[in-house]
């Protein structure tokens, strides 16, 4: 029990530094990201770096570190997407959630993350984000 | 094209990139879990396996308390300019979630996690939503 609670802790660390990571980021202002996404306008680069960042790390720390272990330090074995081969899914889908993501300027991340720092906005959205999520999962099985 | 200077922050962004990247490395270390909100978000909607519900919990808990990290070190505000309202925004809110569930991902979990395992399918998702997003915000400018 005492294992569990502390995993379960270390899961959250994880979530917390996303969640600073986000906030340093400047991710957390849907203005900063429809800037990113106004490229044939005043266009704000910011996002392309936290990718940069991210992907860097990421990488390393993958191919460094994840492919040589047998198994994770919590669990049994790393839950990768089998998934290989480009469907009409995954391209609509995406196509659907730029729209959304340009519209608002926000995407799943940033809306956690905004929860308690612009509740009322966040809070909505989630909610609706949540029914498209439930939606799209019905949608995805046929 | 023109770039504002006025608002890049390429340091800032970068060093909470590498950040993001980090969180997402500790998780697939720890737990062997792709770090994409999206998922990790429709999961609890699902929740087949009681044992598979408490750490998606957990960790959305820590992300949303994430800034508080920040104004607490920095006593910063973070800068908050929305760009949607109205039904919009909520119209939005429902193609985000709804296009992340068939797109198997969002931002953090083909964005950053999948273009770092050099997934294919993941380098074609961010190729479409950055596309879409491109377009809408354009068609934005113009009826503005």
């Known amino acids: 029990m005492k294992i569990k609670l502390m995993r379960l802790f270390f899961v959250a660390i994880c979530g917390l530094i996303f969640g600073l990571g986000l906030t340093i980021s400047g991710m957390l202002n849907p203005y900063k990201v429809y800037s990113f996404l106004n490229i044939f306008g005043i266009w704000d680069p910011s996002l392309a770096f936290v990718m940069m960042g991210g992907i860097l790390v990421n990488a390393c720390g993958y191919y460094g570190i994840i492919r040589k272990r047998q198994k994770p330090i919590f669990t049994e074995n790393f839950l990768l997407p089998s998934k290989k081969n480009i469907d009409s899914n995954l391209i609509i889908g995406s196509a659907i959630f730029g729209i959304g993501w340009g519209i608002a300027g926000l995407c799943p991340g940033p809306v956690i993350s905004n929860v308690f720092l612009h509740s009322s906005d966040a809070f909505l959205f989630l909610t609706v984000m949540m029914i498209g999520l439930w939606l799209g999962k019905k949608l995805k099985l046929k | ?144």
Request: hydrophobic share 55%; aromatic share 14%.
């Open chain 2, 1 to 144: 094209m023109t770039i504002d200077f006025m608002n890049f922050t390429p340091w800032e962004s970068f060093f909470g990139g590498t950040l993001i990247g980090f969180a997402a490395l500790l998780l697939m270390l720890s737990k062997g879990r792709i770090m994409g909100v999206s998922g990790i978000l429709s999961g609890i909607i699902k929740r087949d396996i009681k044992s598979d519900w408490l750490w998606r919990i957990f960790f959305i808990l820590g992300a949303m308390f994430g800034p508080f990290l920040l104004i607490f070190i920095t006593n910063n505000e973070i800068p908050y300019k929305p760009v949607a309202g109205g039904i919009l925004f909520l119209v939005a809110a429902f193609l985000v979630g709804i296009g992340t569930s068939l797109g198997s991902g969002c931002t953090s979990g083909h964005g950053i996690c999948g273009l770092s395992l050099m997934s294919k399918r993941s380098f074609f998702s961010v190729l479409t939503f950055i596309f879409t997003g491109v377009i809408t915000v354009l068609i934005l400018e113009i009826i503005s």
